[in-house]
Nanobody
Framework: VQLQASGGGLVQSGGSLRLSCAAS????????IGWFRQFPGKEREGVAC????????YYADSVKGRFTISRDRYKNTITLQMVNLKPEDTAVYYC????????????????????WGQGTQVTVSS
């Protein structure tokens, strides 16, 4: 799967951003798709993930109530709507896919995902 992330930028604390991931090359209907972020010197962490089989979602505790992941099958895009952004949300954000034949909560660890897009920088100023 080829993934192209966009939508990052600089925003003030309390502001909003919408990240978009354009996907192509799916070979199956059974995928999980996730947004991850990486802080300097840290490993990537799962932020929000969605199971394409039943639209179950996962959100990291730090973003619950502020971030929303959604999937548009017709446009083959995955969107991460982020509101009430905080300086601690500053990171490089990545979208990724996992060939996932199960229903229920999607995987949320980076090693469970095979294909990755390039990152997009999100910077939240205080």
């Amino acid at each position: 799967v080829q993934l192209q992330a966009s939508g990052g930028g600089l925003v003030q604390s309390g502001g909003s951003l919408r990240l978009s991931c354009a996907a192509s090359g799916f070979t199956s209907d059974s995928y999980a798709i996730g947004w991850f972020r990486q802080f300097p010197g840290k490993e990537r962490e799962g932020v929000a993930c969605i199971n394409d089989n039943d639209y179950s979602t996962y959100y990291a505790d730090s973003v619950k109530g502020r971030f929303t992941i959604s999937r548009d099958r017709y446009k083959n895009t995955i969107t991460l709507q982020m509101v009430n952004l905080k300086p601690e949300d500053t990171a490089v954000y990545y979208c990724a896919t996992s060939l996932w034949p199960y229903t229920g909560p999607p995987p949320s660890k980076d090693y469970e995902y095979e294909d990755w897009g390039q990152g997009t920088q999100v910077t939240v100023s205080s």
